[in-house]
């Protein structure tokens, strides 16, 4: 399928019901938990009223071959409140990481632990950060030994959202040291499993409806079929992983490739708090008066919105590309997850800046929601790979690909024969217009006004 963003009906009203979901039911309460840094339980419980939390609403976003019902859903959610977005999609977050790891036996078992059912709600967690290894998953200490028929970790985990109140936790620990990163696994372990601890909820600057907090496992014991996978595909793992080693190859890990496919998905959230940040900023431009004039009649002020609508759109439609080619299966050759996760998280702090320094002193204090964008904004250069980390995944990728032409040079062209004989830009083209053009006077007007027709440019 090719890249098209005229959206599906469907699509069209999935936008339009997350829309109303994020005008009616998100922003009226969202200052409120932001204040009382509490989980919005009534706002997960009418979300799945509405159908937004389910395993099978997100298994199908993802495999929507379009790639934009996720980051269509995302925008809208954001655009409503950041940490309620986060509380409600966490979830999704280690399903993407099951549905990568996970045997279909165990996908079908625990998917549904993830988001429970309306009245009966539940929780995951995805916990992979460390108090020493945020950005160096190569740091990470957390360690799993087979015991029998059980596994037994233990570690530290730092920053998981939903940690310590999940249902599910999935938890990546070193299984072979030797192999570093490499020798790492994924483990579910559920919520109460003892050793499992919540050390502390986390005080945060921004998306403070969603529960952040820092984990110690504790010897705790799981059994052998909560390995992601099972033992014979991690034993296989680990001796493609050795043989790397020997032959000094790179392979991405189970960890690594969910980041990947759920950049675009982060970045689409990003741009939620951006438009956000900019349809506020603009209104109250056009409404407030200085010195006998709207404000936004000043470029000072009209520029800088211009250019924000400029990088918003772009930003969009780089994370639209990278969602439709993870959908598509074309590889991220040249960074393309994290070009736009960078360049929508960053849109997003310099939106959420300029939506402030619009209003002014009604920007600065909390009876309006920008101060409250601004710090829900920052976490977005920071989690899913900061800035650098996607600045050395591009330059990366720059430097692998160096010499190779644009990504639409690679794709598979579409239209067939016919299309590349006589599409338009081709010589044949051309000179059948050239021809017409000639024998304009000796041609009857009708077929001449017919094969203009057939050269303009297409109208609707
Ligand atoms: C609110 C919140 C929610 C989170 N949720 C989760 C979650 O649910 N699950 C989870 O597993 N993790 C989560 N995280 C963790 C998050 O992904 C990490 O904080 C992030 O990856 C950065 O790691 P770090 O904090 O250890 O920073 P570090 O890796 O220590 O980086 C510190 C600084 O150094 C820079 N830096 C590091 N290496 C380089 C380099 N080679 N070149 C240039 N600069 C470099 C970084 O960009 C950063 O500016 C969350 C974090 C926050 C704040």
């Known amino acids: 399928m090719g890249f098209d963003i005229a959206p ?41 009223t509405r159908g937004f939390y389910s395993p099978l609403f ?44 996970a045997s ?26 460390e108090p020493e290894g945020g950005s160096d998953v190569r740091n990470l200490r957390t360690r799993a030994h087979r015991d029998g028929d059980d596994w037994i970790i233990d570690g530290h985990k730092m920053w998981i959202g939903n940690g310590g109140i999940a249902n599910v936790h999935v938890v990546n620990a070193v299984v072979d040291e030797e192999l570093g990163h490499k020798g790492q696994a994924l483990f579910i372990v559920p919520g109460g499993t003892p050793g499992l601890q919540m050390v ?34 991690l034993d296989y793992k680990l001796a493609k992983a050795r043989e790397a080693v020997e032959g000094a190859k790179h392979s991405g890990s189970a ?8 950049r675009p998905m982060v970045a689409a959230q990003a741009l939620g ?47 639209w590309r990278a969602s439709w080619m993870a959908a598509s299966g074309v590889a991220f050759e040249r960074g393309e997850g994290s070009m736009c996760k960078m360049a929508a998280s960053e849109v997003a702090v310099r939106a959420t800046e300029r939506a402030i320094q619009t209003m002014g002193g009604w920007g600065y204090i909390k ?69 017409a053009l000639a024998a304009k006077d000796r041609v009857p007007a009708p077929v001449m006004r017919l094969a203009m027709k057939v050269l303009r440019p297409p109208r609707k």
């Not at 998306?207 to 014979?232: I, K």
């Open 8 to 48: 599906t009906e469907a699509q069209h009203d999935l936008a339009r019901r997350t829309h109303e979901f994020a005008a009616e039911v998100v922003r009226p309460v969202a200052a409120d938990y932001d204040a009382r840094q509490e989980f919005p339980w009534p706002v997960l419980e009418e979300a799945a």
């Open 200 to 233: 502390r909820k986390l005080d945060k600057l921004g998306c403070r409806a969603s529960h952040t907090a820092e984990l110690r496992f504790d010897g705790v014991r799981v059994p052998a079929e909560n390995l992601l996978g099972g033992q014979e595909k």
């Open 367 to 435: 009876d309006h929601p920008v101060e409250k964008w601004y710090r829900d904004a920052k976490l977005y250069t920071i989690f899913e790979g900061t800035s650098e980390i996607q600045r050395i995944v591009i330059s990366n990728a720059l430097g692998a690909a160096d010499g190779k032409p644009p990504l639409h040079f690679d794709l598979e062209p579409t239209g067939g024969r016919i299309n590349k004989m006589f599409g338009r830009g081709t010589p044949l083209r051309g000179r059948a217009a050239d021809a």
């Open 58 to 101: 997100y298994r199908d976003l993802i495999g929507d071959p379009t790639g934009l019902s996720l980051p269509m859903f995302m925008e809208e959610l954001f655009w409503g409140c950041a940490g309620i977005g986060l509380a409600v999609v966490m979830p999704a977050l280690a399903l993407s990481a099951i549905g990568q790891a």
């Open 273 to 319: 708090i951006a438009r956000a940040a900019l349809e506020y900023a603009t209104e109250y431009a056009n409404r407030r008066e200085a010195f006998g004039a709207p404000i936004i009649d000043n470029q000072g002020i009209a520029f800088p919105l211009a250019e924000l609508a400029t990088a918003i759109d772009g930003a969009r439609l780089l994370t």
């Open 104 to 129: 279909p036996e165990q996908m079908l078992q625990w998917a549904p632990e993830c988001f429970g059912t309306p009245g009966d709600l539940k929780l995951a967690a995805l916990a992979i950060s």
């Open 255 to 262: 960890t690594l490739g969910t980041f990947e496919q759920t």
